[in-house]
C-alpha cells in the first residue's frame, strides 16, 4: 500500500495506472536476471524505468519529483 494523494496528480483519471506503477516499485521484491542480450538487470530497475518514463510521458511532473524525492514507499 502507497500512500498517493489524487491531489499529487495532475489529471485524477491517471490515479490507478500510477498507482499500480508506483506499487511495483516499491514492493521490495528485486530479482536479478541476465536479459536477452546478457546484460544484468533487476526487475526492480525494470520497473522503475517503466514508471519514470510512464511519468513523463503523462506530464505527472508532481509525482515524478516526488518519487525522485523518495515520498513514495510502501506502509
Given at each position: 500500500?502507497?500512500?498517493?494523494?489524487?491531489?499529487?496528480?495532475?489529471?485524477?483519471?491517471?490515479?490507478?495506472?500510477?498507482?499500480?506503477?508506483?506499487?511495483?516499485?516499491?514492493?521490495?521484491?528485486?530479482?536479478h536476471y541476465t536479459?536477452?542480450?546478457?546484460?544484468?538487470?533487476?526487475?526492480?530497475?525494470?520497473?522503475?524505468?517503466?514508471?519514470?518514463?510512464?511519468?513523463?510521458?503523462?506530464?505527472?511532473?508532481?509525482?515524478?519529483?516526488?518519487?525522485?524525492?523518495?515520498?513514495?514507499?510502501?506502509?
Amino acid at each position: 500500500m502507497i500512500l498517493l494523494l489524487p491531489e499529487d496528480l495532475i489529471d485524477e483519471k491517471n490515479y490507478d495506472e500510477i498507482y499500480e506503477l508506483l506499487d511495483s516499485v516499491c514492493i521490495g521484491i528485486n530479482i536479478h536476471y541476465t536479459d536477452e542480450n546478457g546484460n544484468k538487470t533487476s526487475l526492480k530497475e525494470v520497473s522503475r524505468n517503466k514508471l519514470l518514463k510512464r511519468l513523463e510521458e503523462l506530464g505527472e511532473t508532481k509525482v515524478l519529483e516526488n518519487y525522485k524525492k523518495g515520498y513514495y514507499c510502501q506502509l
